[in-house]
């Protein structure tokens, strides 16, 4: 069974550093493509960019280019989504999904993350 | 970026009708590269619809999708009370992704 897990619910101060993680497994997870979106409590969804864990080649929305940073570590199938210097307008719901190519469809969905970040 | 703009906002239905969502986009979406993605409260979207008109594993019959280029529509041909949410489609096509901005569906 495809699985994409995500870590817990974080709760930071602006100008802190941030890292979640999103873990697949059943499937073979250097062969597929982690996008992460973001939604903003009550809001719509956000494409935030796309990782190939095969060789790390990233892509990024304009939106958070230099916002964010997407890697990932092959030896525990895990993704991971990074700020610094986080600001009170990060603060949204955080979803990993998966693709099977650079330009195909997110078929599964993590649980998604909440950060939040305080003034 | 493909500037994806959904219609109705809101649609509120009796299960048994037939619902009829609407998604346009502000240039051709390439490939026919549109999926649609319900989300119910409190769960991550869950994937319906891809490349405009294939149902994605377990999506039951009743949702339909067609269009082409700039109009695409998502039809619920008979709504279940299961059927709630929000209804979002989103383009893959372009370098950049985007996403509608929801249709929400209350089954009353």
């Known amino acids: 069974e495809v699985q994409l897990v995500q870590s817990g619910a974080e709760l930071k101060k602006s100008g802190e550093s941030v890292t979640i993680s999103c873990k697949g497994s059943g499937y073979s997870f250097n062969n597929y493509y982690i996008g992460w979106v973001r939604q903003v409590p009550g809001k719509g969804l956000e494409w935030m960019g796309l990782?190939?864990?095969?060789?790390?080649?990233?892509t990024y929305s304009p939106t958070f280019q230099g916002r964010v940073t997407l890697s990932v570590d092959k030896s525990f199938s895990t993704a991971y989504l990074h700020w610094n210097n986080l600001q009170a307008s990060d603060t949204a719901l955080y979803f990993c999904?998966?693709?099977?190519?650079?330009?195909?469809?997110?078929?599964?969905w993590g649980q998604g993350t909440l950060v939040t970040v305080s003034s | 970026d493909i500037v994806l703009t959904q219609s109705p906002g809101t649609l509120s239905l009796s299960p048994g009708e037939r619902a009829i969502l609407s998604c346009r986009a502000s240039q051709s979406v390439p490939s026919n590269s549109l999926a649609w993605f319900q989300q119910k409260p409190g769960q991550a979207p869950r994937l319906l619809i891809y490349g405009a008109s294939l149902r994605a594993a377990g999506t039951p019959q009743r949702f339909s999708g067609s269009g082409s280029g700039t109009d695409f529509t998502l039809f619920i041909s008979r709504l279940e009370p299961e059927d709630y949410g929000v209804f979002y489609c989103q383009q893959y096509g372009d370098s950049v992704f985007t996403f509608g901005p929801g249709t929400k569906v209350d089954v009353k």
């Open positions: 999904a998966r693709a099977d190519g650079f330009r195909d469809v997110f078929d599964y």
């Open positions: 990782i190939f864990p095969g060789d790390s080649d990233t």
